[in-house]
């Protein structure tokens, strides 16, 4: 089969940005950026998430393109080009493993926003109350069949996507519909921002208040940055393969970075000024997505129309970023084991289905599942997402990080980043390497130590 051998590319420098722009941007900036700011606090979560993505993100990720694309391999098959002698290919086994994870949760809360988009053609948001909000996402959760249904549905789309193709499949849903994505959040906050009692909101979201800053709460923001920018598992590297050689991929992770920062930002001036003005918790949780956007669209003229297209939107970046996460599987077993690409799609979004499962069975608060522990007082679904966004994927980068800082040439990593010299960017790689090198890595370890307790900030 020629399909096995072939290495697709991205076409054009724009097509990069998009692509890499549609695995960041997902349920990571409508759901669970708002809900874990909610968690943890507010503003000083922010600006402590804001710091993780510019010090460490933006180094990691100009990491995983080199990595990437100077072997043009898979996570896995990566380490063994570059570097074959060494056991670094431990980062992209790593990475596979973390794929699995995130997806389990993640094809969930894809299938909860599936949902919505039925739910709100049907018009079940209409006149929607805050207490009608809240069972409306309850009675999501609670299936037991829909939840999965609409899980196997998302992975679903996610299989014929990838069946046709890396080029075909992301290149065109992703450059189309995100600027359209960018302006219904738009919309939505210029509309939250007008409720009464906004001013509330926007003073959770933005005053930092220091006092709130532990250990677990730095981490939480950490992880979050991790997970926002797809970084640490070695999607970044696998796009990184596809990326064109003229790409300036210091600037591409800057761009995303930033781009992708601002749609949560926006995302969080769309959510928390209805929370307060609705009279909502902002420590709701996983749901204050999902209660607090029927809401504000119910305020909004032609609102009914524009719910519709926001959860559809919303479902179309949860699908970019879920197809960016099992590329990385996917990429692994056909590169190195020697699968067919359908094949290796069906038998990693199989598992995914399954082991998903316990994931959407967990999170419905009556099921037998609900109440068995993983990890602490977490349950199969907060475990998969602890374990993944608060362990793995930081460790992934601190490893990441120590391979292109300590083992590799410098000189490499320039030529690389300069594209054989063609691009005038030898300052910014000389700072970025002194981060990668130093700054990124002192900065996951301290973190680290501090949230296992060893010594407290
Ligand atoms: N960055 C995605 C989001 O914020 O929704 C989540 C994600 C996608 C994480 C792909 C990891 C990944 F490989």
Redo the contacts with the bound molecule.
């Keep these: 089969m020629a399909e096995k051998n072939k290495r697709e590319m991205f076409s054009t420098g724009f097509a990069v940005f998009f692509a890499t722009l549609g695995?960041?941007?997902?349920?990571?900036?409508i759901?669970?950026?708002p809900y874990l700011i909610g968690t943890n606090g507010g503003g000083a979560f922010l600006l402590v998430y804001l710091l993780c993505v510019i010090l460490v993100g933006i180094p990691i990720m100009a990491c995983e393109f080199y990595i990437g694309r100077k072997s043009r391999k898979n996570a896995v098959g990566a380490f063994k080009k570059l570097d074959a002698a060494k056991g670094w290919k431990t980062i992209g086994f790593m990475?596979t493993a973390?794929?699995f994870l995130?997806a389990f949760f993640?094809s969930c809360v894809a299938g909860w926003v599936y949902s919505y988009v039925f739910k709100a053609i049907k018009g079940d948001f209409v006149g929607v109350t805050s207490s009608t909000a809240s069972t409306k996402f309850m009675s999501t959760l609670v299936g037991p069949l829909s939840p999965i249904v609409w899980q196997f549905i998302v992975l679903g789309i996610v299989s014929i996507i990838l069946i046709a193709g890396v080029k075909n499949g992301i290149e065109r849903i992703t450059k189309t519909l995100m600027p359209v994505l960018f302006i219904l959040i738009i919309i939505c906050a210029v509309r939250s921002l007008t409720l009464p009692g906004a001013s509330q909101g926007l003073n959770f979201l933005f005053h930092v208040d220091f006092s709130q800053l532990t250990g677990p709460v730095i981490l939480a923001a950490l992880g979050l940055a991790?997970?926002?920018?797809?970084?640490?598992?070695?999607?970044?590297i696998t796009y990184g393969s596809y990326f064109t050689t003229d790409n300036n991929m210091i600037a591409t992770s800057a761009k995303v970075a930033i781009s992708?920062s601002l749609i949560s930002i926006l995302a969080g001036i769309a959510i928390f000024p209805a929370v307060f003005s609705f009279g909502l918790k902002p420590s709701e949780g996983p749901g204050l997505l999902f209660m607090t956007i029927p809401l504000v669209f119910s305020k909004i003229p032609f609102g009914s129309i524009l719910l519709v297209a926001f959860f559809f939107l919303s479902a179309i970046?949860?699908t970019t970023?879920?197809i960016?996460?099992v590329?990385?599987p996917v990429a692994y077993f056909t590169e190195e084991k020697g699968m067919g690409r359908t094949k290796a799609v069906l038998f990693t979004t199989s598992i995914m289905m399954v082991v998903g499962i316990l994931a959407t069975l967990s999170a419905h608060p009556t099921s037998a599942l609900a109440n068995i522990h993983i990890i602490g007082e977490r349950g199969f679904f907060d475990s998969f997402d602890y374990l993944?966004s608060n362990i793995l994927?930081p460790i992934g980068g601190l490893l990441i990080a120590v391979y292109v800082g300590y083992f590799t040439k410098k000189e490499d990593f320039k030529l690389e980043l300069s594209n054989q010299g063609t691009l005038n960017n030898a300052l910014v790689l000389d700072v970025i390497y002194v981060f990668i090198k130093f700054v990124s890595p002192f900065l996951l370890i301290i973190v680290f130590l501090n949230s296992i307790g060893i010594f407290k900030f």
């Excluded at 695995?23 to 900036?29: E, F, H, P």
């Excluded at 991790?226 to 970044?236: A, E, Q, Y």
Aim: no cysteine; hydrophobic share 55%; net charge positive.
């Design positions: 695995s960041a941007v997902g349920l990571g900036n759901w669970k950026f990475g973390t794929a995130i993640y991790f997970f926002k920018l797809s970084l640490g598992m070695g999607t970044m992708d970046a949860a970023a879920l960016s996460m590329q990385v993944s994927l």
